[in-house]
């Protein structure tokens, strides 16, 4: 089984997705115009440009890049697509669509059947005919004369033999006096024939010189118009090479443009990996710094920790030392001062108690201290990470969005690159079909010169005839006006004297009519 597939134009890649490939002749004509390819015109998802180690925040910018891209290169191709349809709408009304039935079913070139079809052939035709005319108008004349001068002597002739039956006295007298009619009717016929023929002469001279004279004109606008062609082809030949000398110009700035382009680029990613290294060492020595920061506040935290408690040490020395001396005292002034060293060891014990309160504060208020410099240290270090990464987000963003700059550049470059492509082959194809129609005209104007040399000789050549035929009945005294009167009428119905004569010539193939309406007539392709 043999699967038809459905043709898809712009219109219907949106209705579809934009998943299918565009495969109208039309919109396949459009893209080609804008320099678009219809790979280009296809929707890709967000997955086609996720890659391994690119963020979201980068796939998500490539797809809405691209995407914008898809979307103008597809409004583009509808607006090229809409001017086809405008332009095959306008050429509909000139018969364009029948010339391309008509030349796909007779095998020639559209150029030609315009060609043939031109105002220019049609004037040569009709001058064509008109010296057809001229022709037949003059072969008619004189083979009516010739036709009248043997239905004279036809009329004398039967006339003589009806006379015979009378007497032969006056036969004799009607025979010399009929001889003597017709030696003068033979000597004015004579006389008449010569002038016929001096006069046919004449005219045939003057026929010969008018011909040869518009020869002359032919020949003299066919070598004007073959300069004038000559002189077009030598500055179409100029143009060109100036536009191709401008092409390769422009393809060379466009060279070195890109390799100036290439070279900043390698230049920007030197400075770049530049730049990274110097950040990298100067995140590492802030790193040292803090390192060594933490260090010494660690350092002066365990020394005033330390202090501190030597001072307690030292103040449990002295306490104690107070206590020795007051244990002495008091074992001296133990019956004298009962009450007051009772109340002096309640005081010393509170004031040890409040003492002991005193440094568990200090301590919990050393840790506390601790505890927030950790706290700060851990943040500002959170901070700084997240400045970095925050950097190094922003340096591949400007790197991604610096790629598909370059990236909408390139697609720009080779797109006008395909249009330019594009319109210089539909250049050569105007040339091309212009070298045809005039290549077809000149053709036909050959032909139609040789045909009317071909009419003329046929006219020189009938005339001829007739004469010898009549010659050959005078010479036999029997006349048959009728016979030649046939003769000259089938002579005139020969085609080279005749409208037939263009439409039944063997240098050229009819091309069938076309069954539309305003379809362009018959015409004779070369």
């Keep these: 089984d043999i699967t038809v597939k459905a043709s898809v134009s712009l219109d219907d890649l949106e209705e579809r997705g934009g998943t299918v490939l565009v495969n109208s002749p039309r919109s396949l004509q459009a893209c080609k115009l ?14 086609c440009f996720a890659e391994k180690n690119l963020s979201p925040r980068l ?38 669509q029948q010339l391309e039935v008509m030349a796909r079913e007779s095998g020639v070139s559209k150029g030609t059947i315009l060609a043939l079809n031109s ?25 009516n004369a010739e036709l009248k001068q043997l239905q004279d002597l036809e009329n004398g002739f039967i006339f003589h033999e009806e006379s015979n039956n ?19 009717r033979a000597a004015e016929a004579e006389r008449k024939q010569m002038e016929a023929e001096a006069r046919q002469k004449l005219e045939k001279q003057v026929a010969k010189e008018e011909f040869h004279k518009q020869l002359m004109d032919m020949k003299r606008k066919g070598e004007l118009e073959a300069q004038k062609q000559k002189e077009a082809y030598m500055r179409q030949v100029a143009e060109a090479d100036r536009k191709r000398q401008a092409e390769i110009d422009k393809e060379r700035k466009r060279e070195e443009e890109y390799q100036r382009m290439e070279a900043r680029k390698s230049e920007m990613r030197a400075l770049d990996l530049r730049r990274m290294d110097i950040l990298e060492q100067q ?13 010494k506040r660690d350092d002066r935290i365990m020394s005033s920790i330390q202090a501190n408690m030597e001072m307690e040490q030292r103040r449990r020395e002295d306490f104690e030392e107070k206590q020795a001396m ?4 008091e074992e001296r002034l133990m019956q004298a001062k009962a ?27 050393m840790e506390d201290r601790r505890n927030a410099i950790l706290e700060q240290q851990e943040e500002t ?18 790197r991604e969005l610096d790629g598909l700059r370059s990236r909408n550049k390139e697609i720009n470059v080779e797109r006008q690159r395909r249009r330019e492509e594009t319109t210089r082959e539909m250049i050569a194809e105007q040339v091309r079909k212009k070298d045809d129609k005039i290549d077809t005209l000149n053709a036909e104007r050959r032909r139609m010169m040789e045909l009317r040399r071909y009419a003329q000789t046929e006219a020189y050549r009938a005339r001829e005839q007739v004469k010898t035929e009549i010659m050959r009945q005078r010479i036999r005294s029997k006349f048959n006006s009728k016979a030649v009167e046939k003769q000259l009428q089938s002579i005139l119905q020969r085609d080279c004297f005749t409208e037939k004569l263009l439409t039944k010539s063997v240098s050229t193939p009819n091309i069938r009519t076309v069954g539309h309406q305003g379809a362009a007539p018959p015409v004779e392709a070369q």
């Design 34 to 47: 804008e320099g678009v390819l219809p790979q280009e015109l296809m929707h890709k998802p967000p997955e």
């Design 59 to 96: 796939v998500k910018l490539r797809y809405d890049f691209f995407e914008a891209k898809r979307r103008d290169l597809l409004a583009a191709s509808k607006r090229a697509r809409d001017a086809l349809i405008a332009d095959e709408k306008r050429t509909s009304e000139n018969s364009s």
């Design 119 to 143: 105002d220019g052939l049609r004037l040569e035709r009709s001058k064509l005919l008109k010296a057809q005319q001229t022709e037949r108008k003059w072969l008619q004349g004189a083979l």
């Design 166 to 184: 009378d007497e032969a006295e006056r036969l004799r007298e009607q025979s010399r006096r009929i001889k003597e009619l017709n030696d003068k």
């Design 283 to 295: 995140r590492l020595a802030k790193q040292q710094q803090f390192a060594g920061l933490q260090a």
């Design 326 to 329: 007051e244990a002495i005292r």
């Design 339 to 365: 009450l007051q060293q009772e109340e002096g060891a309640k005081k010393s014990y509170q004031l040890m108690l409040r003492r002991k309160n005193i440094q568990d504060e200090a301590t919990k208020r």
């Design 381 to 398: 270090e959170y901070r700084l990470l997240e400045h970095e990464q925050k950097k190094e987000r922003y340096l591949d963003f400007k």
